[in-house]
């Protein structure tokens, strides 16, 4: 009798914790409306660093406003095995030219 007790209560408690490591992984997941992305550093619109890439790359920033991601690529949290960022990790929601500069970026943390 007491084998099948604390047989289903093993089960239960495993399931319990299942349930809360899936739970976790969809609240790290901070970016609603864009992408995650891992990028070398953020930069404010109106830096002059910022203006230069943008002149190279053909992209008119007047008007925009916030923070622009340079050097990104794309972060994935559900596969959080090897895909970690050592640098910023930002939530972009405007146009990414090539990962180069990307637009419409917020810093976000990725350790909650």
């Known amino acids: 009798m007491f084998a099948r007790v604390s047989t289903f209560f093993f089960f ?6 299942t349930s809360a490591s899936a739970a976790a992984l969809a609240v790290r997941d901070q970016c ?12 404010a619109v109106n830096d002059p660093l910022t203006g230069t890439l943008a002149g190279l790359l053909g ?26 960022c050592t640098a910023q990790p930002v939530c972009c929601t405007g146009n990414n030219f090539s990962g180069l500069l990307v637009l419409g970026c917020t810093p976000i943390n990725l350790n909650l």
Do not use: E, K, R, Y
Request: hydrophobic share 40%; proline share 2%; net charge neutral.
């Open 32 to 43: 609603n409306t864009g992408s995650i992305q891992c990028c070398n550093s953020v930069q």
């Open 12 to 17: 239960f408690v495993l399931a319990l914790c």
């Open 59 to 84: 992209v008119v920033l007047g008007g925009l406003t916030g923070q622009v991601g340079l050097g990104c690529s794309p972060l994935s949290i559900i596969g959080v095995g090897g895909n970690s």
